[in-house]
C-alpha cells in the first residue's frame, strides 16, 4: 500500500530549528506535488507549504513565511521542510501531503514540540 513516511520531529527550544523529511513509499515523488500540514494541540489541520509538480512552485502560510523552507531531492526522492526560528505555536504534528488529483497519500505525522 502505498503511503508517505515523516521524519525528524522532536523536542526543540524556541529560536532553533529542525529539518522534517519526507519520503515516499510505493511510488515516486516526481509526478506528485508535495504539501506540509499541521495541527496545533486542539486546533483543526492547516496547511503550511507546497511545492507544485508541475513546475516546482512553492508556497508558504503566512504563518511560516521566511522561516521555513520546502524543497524536494528528486535524486533521492524526497521532500523536506527545514524550519528555522522555531516558535511555541510552532508546535503540532505535521503532515506530509503527496496529490496528483485524483490521487493523494498522507503519512502519520511526526511531532514537532517547541519549549523551552
Known amino acids: 500500500q502505498a503511503q508517505v513516511v515523516e521524519s525528524g520531529g522532536g523536542l526543540v527550544q524556541p529560536g532553533g530549528s529542525l529539518r522534517l523529511s519526507c519520503a515516499p513509499s510505493?511510488?515516486?515523488?516526481?509526478?506528485?506535488?508535495v504539501a506540509w500540514y499541521r495541527r496545533p494541540p486542539g486546533k483543526e489541520r492547516e496547511w503550511v507549504a507546497r511545492?507544485?509538480?508541475?513546475?516546482?512552485?512553492?508556497t508558504y502560510a503566512e504563518s511560516v513565511k521566511g522561516r521555513f523552507t520546502i524543497s524536494r531531492d528528486n535524486a533521492k526522492n524526497m521532500v523536506y521542510l527545514q524550519m528555522n526560528a522555531l516558535q511555541p505555536e510552532d508546535t503540532a504534528v505535521y503532515y506530509c501531503?503527496?496529490?496528483?488529483?485524483?490521487?493523494?497519500?498522507w503519512g502519520q505525522g511526526t511531532q514537532v514540540t517547541v519549549s523551552s
Open positions: 510505493g511510488f515516486t515523488f516526481d509526478s506528485y506535488g
Open positions: 501531503n503527496a496529490y496528483k488529483w485524483p490521487t493523494e497519500y
Open positions: 511545492i507544485n509538480r508541475a513546475d516546482g512552485t512553492i
